[in-house]
């Protein structure tokens, strides 16, 4: 009789106890959404104004390394955390785009200032004949005189159009071995733009790309014979 007395006694207890475990397990799983990020809010927002002035050279601008400190500080369990992570990994990848990009300039106008052995001009069906000799110009001076400047390698091919006072007119296309015609510019005859640049008098410039790539003496230039087939036409005989 102790027995049972006492199983019914325990009863109501079981019962209070799991009223009070089924009120405190909704408080148990609750959680705090995550936060979002001050430090990414502010590293996005100057990403994309540096973005808008430079577009891909952005990559390459200073301020990016203090955007990427700042993305780097975004805490993990941020509501911008995954944000952060694809905005540091595309600012990595547009910097090695950029840089492969700059190299490749760097070679291209590297090789292209020692033209090659077979450098050569537009082909012909028969020799060209020599240049006349210029016309001397008036005593202006020291050479370098009032010159401005000039195009120089990396200028956009768009300012040799109505830019430097109208003084540069385009030339012939030219083969340059290993890269194909490109289209090239000179200094024109007028006197006024003679003394004005006399630095570009027997310079070549090279077009690629829509920017000047280099500048060559005109002497760098070969002009190469070619038969009505388009081969070259065979060396004069010396003993003739």
């Known amino acids: 009789m102790r027995t049972l007395v006492l199983r019914a006694s325990l009863r109501p207890l079981v019962g209070v106890v799991s009223a009070v475990l089924l009120t405190l397990a909704p408080t148990a799983c609750r959680r705090e959404p995550p936060a979002p990020s001050a430090e990414y809010e502010e590293a996005a927002r100057r990403f994309r104004a540096l973005y808008a002035q430079k577009l891909d050279d952005a990559y390459l601008d200073p301020q990016v390394g203090e955007i990427e400190a700042q993305l780097q500080r975004v805490p993990a369990d941020s509501l911008d955390a995954q944000g952060a992570r694809e905005l540091l990994q595309r600012i990595k990848e547009g910097?090695?785009?950029?840089?492969?990009?700059?190299?490749?300039?760097?070679?291209?106008?590297a090789s292209a200032q020692e033209p090659p052995p077979g450098?050569?001009?537009?082909?012909?069906?028969?020799?060209?004949?020599?240049?006349?000799?210029?016309?001397?110009?008036?005593?202006?001076?020291?050479?370098?005189?009032?010159?401005?400047?000039?195009?120089?390698?990396?200028?956009?091919?768009?300012?040799?159009?109505?830019?430097?006072?109208?003084?540069?007119?385009?030339?012939?296309?030219?083969?340059?071995?290993?890269?194909?015609?490109?289209e090239t510019w000179q200094?024109?005859?007028?006197?006024a733009c003679q003394l004005e640049y006399p630095s570009h008098?027997?310079?070549?410039?090279?077009?690629?790309?829509?920017?000047?790539?280099?500048?060559?003496?005109?002497?760098?230039?070969?002009?190469?014979?070619?038969m009505p087939d388009g081969g070259p036409a065979p060396a004069p005989d010396a003993g003739r």
């Open 95 to 109: 910097r090695q785009r950029m840089e492969a990009a700059a190299a490749e300039r760097e070679e291209a106008v």
């Open 187 to 191: 200094l024109a005859d007028r006197t």
């Open 201 to 226: 008098r027997d310079s070549i410039l090279l077009i690629e790309e829509g920017k000047v790539l280099a500048l060559f003496p005109k002497s760098a230039v070969q002009t190469v014979p070619v």
């Open 119 to 182: 450098f050569i001009g537009e082909p012909t069906t028969e020799q060209a004949a020599p240049p006349p000799a210029p016309t001397e110009a008036p005593d202006a001076g020291p050479e370098d005189a009032g010159t401005g400047g000039g195009p120089q390698a990396g200028t956009p091919a768009s300012e040799l159009v109505a830019g430097f006072r109208g003084c540069f007119q385009r030339g012939t296309p030219i083969d340059v071995q290993g890269r194909g015609m490109r």
